[in-house]
Each structure stands twice: as C-alpha cells, then as structure tokens.
C-alpha cells in the first residue's frame, strides 16, 4: 500500500481507523478491501481497520474499543484516568507503553476531547 497520506493519517490516530475515516481521506472501499486481503490493513472489529504489523500501544487499544462500539461511544473511568494523566497505569512497564509521556491537555469545562485528538 503506498498511500502516504493513510499512512500519516494512521499513525496521527494510533494506527486505528475506521472505513468511514479511511473513505474521508480519500481510500475507497475496494482499496481497503485490497488492503486487508495483501495483509497491509486487519480488521479486528467490524468497520475497523489496523496497519498489521503495528503492536497497539494503550492508546490504540483504547481508540479501538472506542470506534468499533460505535459514534455514541467514549473511553470513561480508569482508561480515560490512564488516558489524561490524572492516573498511573500500573501494567504499562510490563507492556511497555509509554502511557503518561505526552498526554493531550485536558478539555475544556463541558466539552469532551475530539476522538480524532
């Protein structure tokens, strides 16, 4: 697959998308589904693409949960604690994520962080 732009769009959302976001950045649903049959894209859940290849950091994994259960969904409790830095992952040393390293700034009172952040 050379499609920089999918690439760079990947990787600026922890190598997690769905089909909908692969289709606004301009890969049509045939080139996903080229994507996923050469083994460059997997689908772990319906909608959702990976790169392959690529271990999901808690970011990712986060993210994932978060699209495939659908537009109304959001990451709450301790992942979103974990997520914002307001609390220590206690398995991340043991995964080897850099949880807590750059953490997004929190939103501003009454609005909820963009889940393209």
Known sequence: MHRPDVIEFLAQHHWVATAGELGAVGMSPDAVKRARCSGWLLSPARG??????????????????????????????????????????????????????????LPACGRRPSPHA
């Open 48 to 105: 959702v693409v990976v790169l392959a290849g690529i271990e999901l950091s808690f970011e990712g994994r986060a993210r994932l949960a978060q699209v495939a259960a659908g537009a109304e969904a959001f990451v709450s409790g301790p992942s979103a604690g974990v997520l914002y830095g307001l609390r220590r992952d206690a398995d991340a040393a043991d995964r080897g994520d850099d949880v807590g390293q750059s953490q997004p700034p």
